[in-house]
């Protein structure tokens, strides 16, 4: 089974729905929360280049916001 490494943070409802969506499918997330964890928040910024909860990461693709289709599509259900 693919990581997903999952960039979230508080009050962000894309987020709540895409882990359970992931969670419901049997994924495992590596979670980053992005206001408690200062590493996390420049890592999403500065290796990813992205401002916005949730972003995902699985393998070297990178998903910013919560794209239904796309996360079906990489993987691969």
């Known amino acids: ?4 490494t999952m960039y979230t943070q508080p009050d962000c409802p894309p987020c709540e729905y895409a882990k359970t969506f992931l969670k419901e499918k ?3 997330l590596d979670l980053r929360d992005i206001q408690k964890d200062a590493r996390a928040r420049k890592e999403l910024v500065q290796k990813y280049q992205c401002y916005s909860t949730p972003t995902f ?3 070297e693709t990178v998903i910013a916001g919560f794209d239904h289709d796309k996360l079906q599509e990489v993987l691969g259900f």
């Open 57 to 59: 990461i699985i393998g």
């Open 26 to 28: 049997g994924f495992e």
């Open 1 to 4: 089974m693919k990581k997903i």
